[in-house]
């Protein structure tokens, strides 16, 4: 089945400054390829997805790149500011949805330091 | 904006007994998830459930485990006899459609089993 390695597991950087996390899959069908921010509490959260159909994806300060040759994919985050911070999963699917099962990173604790 | 609901927040039962989580998903999805994180580890896929079946399920998703739709808004997880490695976060999420449709997820039910 889908593998998904994420790194790092815990990324801190300084408020304003850019953070970037990266995700290798092993299944080369996949073909969907969400990013979720998860805050104390609460359960996961979409911020941005990308289908294998697109290089690079883009919403104000969130962008998501994707390398199917290298089956790796990579958000980044720039003008970081505190409410960024939360833990962050990348996620792999076989149907473009999730319907089969969404394969999760271990998460990426983001920690923006002010 | 719509979202999935899921009670209890907290459940604490023991070892042997039986549990039913509950969740509310988005009116107009389609399909149904349950996922569970065990603290610090990933979150993994449980079973999908489309048009009153199972879709598909993981190796987790053993015989203690059954889901149920029982009314045209409620969606629950039972697990038969809960044993000690059961205890993690439960989410229940849904999507519109199938495929090409983000999963929308709730904020969980910690079980604890004593």
């Known amino acids: 089945g889908e593998n998904v390695e994420q790194h790092p597991s815990t990324l801190s950087v300084q408020e304003g400054d850019s953070a970037v996390i990266k995700c290798t899959y092993s299944?080369?069908?996949?073909?969907?390829f969400p990013w979720y921010k998860q805050e104390l509490g609460k359960g996961p959260q979409l911020i941005i997805d990308?289908?294998?159909?697109?290089g690079e994806k883009k919403d104000q300060r969130i962008a998501v790149t994707l390398n199917k040759t290298a089956k790796h994919f990579s958000l980044h985050i720039t003008e970081t500011q505190p409410e960024d911070s939360a833990v962050y999963f990348c996620?792999?699917?076989?149907?473009?949805?999730?319907?089969?099962?969404?394969?999760f990173g271990k998460g990426t604790h983001l920690i923006i330091q002010p | 904006e719509p979202e999935v609901t899921q009670t209890p927040s907290h459940q604490v039962t023991q070892m042997g007994q039986e549990v039913i989580l509950r969740c509310v998903p988005i009116s107009n999805h389609l399909y149904f998830y349950w996922y569970r994180q065990i603290l610090g580890q990933k979150v993994e896929f449980l079973v999908s459930f489309y048009n009153n079946e199972i879709s598909e399920k993981s190796e987790i998703f053993d015989d203690q485990f059954s889901v149920e739709r029982p009314d045209g808004s409620n969606f629950t997880l039972k697990i038969r006899s809960t044993k000690l490695e059961d205890s993690a976060m439960y989410f229940c999420?849904?999507?519109?459609?199938?495929?090409?449709?983000?999963?929308?997820f709730g904020n969980g039910t910690r079980l604890t089993v004593t």
């Open positions: 999420a849904s999507s519109a459609q199938r495929d090409n449709s983000p999963l929308h």
């Open positions: 996620a792999a699917s076989l149907s473009g949805g999730g319907a089969d099962g969404l394969t």
């Open positions: 299944d080369s069908a996949s073909n969907y």
């Open positions: 990308i289908r294998s159909n697109v």
